[in-house]
């Protein structure tokens, strides 16, 4: 998932299914806390993941505190914390639980990545836990993160689904983020959307639609192009195909509602992520008559030297001309 939207996606959600996590799935969350950063790299975290048919899952749920009594139904409880013999201090500072954060929030983030929610917490006692686990003495507990499969919120009791159903709320940035000195609020510059959204009508044909009745799924990168296409010739100016100058690097779909024969469809696309040599279209395939959304999608573009064979920089005058349509 591309990490704006992941950072969008993540959230401390209560209601879990009973859906069994894929042990591949388990694997990747604790690989990629494996590659956090640490302090002098002593790796500090340590992590006791706890399923549903493990021994000591019961006493571990009797050292959740009540309150957090939906986490029980999580197909994964992850203790974690850091290990206190990998202790490193510089001057005052122990920076053996700020690495453990870091090492968990890269679980959280990668939890979200592959479809799983995860939820960290403080509401547990720690005598409990500690005898459940046979924790040693030096290893210092510092939360427990319940994983699985997002469930439906209806199964929770009304108060917690409240919670749940929360918008979430941050300080502003010029709260947490100083410029040059502390108290000076740094200005909140985060991207704005474009100026202008690109948008195309794309029409559908009878033959798009497969044995299902709807445009086949497979499909859906071809009406990107079509936008694509009348993008760069619209705003870009570029007709012929040998003024092409990138190819596409990656593509993803993310399919909300199937389109029918009778749907009226427009293609919207602006540009992001423009880096030295490659730059992202995102785009909606959605109905103007109703706002239905059928497809979110991404593409990400590597400008290209076809005579050379190799990537070059993406072209001032490109740049100049989609400006409007670039968000940020
Ligand atoms: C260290 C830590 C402890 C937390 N403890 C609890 C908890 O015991 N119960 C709970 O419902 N949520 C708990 N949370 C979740 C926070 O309430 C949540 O992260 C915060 O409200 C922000 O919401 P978000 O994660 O959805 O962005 C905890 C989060 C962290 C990082």
Same mark, same amino acid.
């Given at each position: 998932m591309d990490f704006a939207r992941l950072i969008d996606a993540r959230r401390s959600t209560r209601a879990f299914s009973d859906r069994p996590i894929e042990a591949g799935k388990v694997a990747r969350l604790f690989e990629a806390a494996r590659w956090s950063p640490s302090c002098a790299n002593r790796q500090p975290w340590r992590f006791v993941a706890v399923s549903k048919? @493990?021994?000591a899952r019961a006493a571990l749920e009797d050292a959740i505190d009540a309150g957090n009594?939906?986490? /029980? /139904?999580?197909p994964l409880l992850v203790v974690s914390g850091g290990s206190g013999t990998d202790l490193l201090a510089v001057e005052t500072r122990d920076y053996l639980l700020h690495d453990a954060g870091l090492a968990l929030m890269s679980l959280l983030y990668r939890a979200f990545d592959v479809g799983l929610i995860a939820h960290p917490m403080?509401?547990?006692?720690?005598a409990p836990l500690r005898a459940a686990l046979s924790l040693p003495d030096d290893f210092r507990p510092i939360a427990v993160t319940a994983i699985g499969y997002p469930g439906n919120?209806? @199964? !929770? @009791?009304e108060a917690v689904r409240k919670k749940d159903e929360k918008p979430p709320t941050r300080r502003p940035i010029g709260d947490v983020a100083f410029a040059g000195?502390?108290? %000076?609020p740094l200005p909140a510059v985060l991207p704005g959307p474009p100026e202008r959204y690109f948008e195309t009508p794309i029409p559908i044909r009878f033959?798009? #639609? @497969?044995a299902m009745g709807h %445009? &086949? &799924?497979? !499909?859906t990168l071809t009406l990107l192009e079509q936008g694509r296409m009348a993008f760069y010739a619209e705003v870009?100016?570029?007709?012929? #195909? +040998? +003024? #092409?100058d990138f190819v596409i690097a990656e593509s993803s779909c993310r399919y909300k509602a199937p389109i029918l024969l009778h749907d009226t469809v427009r293609l919207r696309l602006h540009v992001t992520d423009v880096s030295r040599s490659a730059f992202r279209f995102r785009y909606l395939l959605f109905?103007?008559?109703?706002?239905?959304?059928?497809t979110e999608a991404e593409t990400v573009q590597v400008a290209y030297d076809y005579a050379a064979g190799r990537p070059r920089p993406v072209s001032p005058g490109f740049l100049e001309k989609v400006r409007a349509y670039t968000e940020g």
């Open positions: 048919d @493990d021994p009594g939906w986490a /029980r /139904r999580a403080a509401g547990w006692k720690e919120p209806a @199964d !929770l @009791d000195r502390w108290g %000076v033959s798009d #639609i @497969d %445009v &086949n &799924n497979a !499909l870009v100016g570029v007709r012929r #195909i +040998e +003024e #092409i109905d103007p008559d109703d706002g239905r959304v059928f």
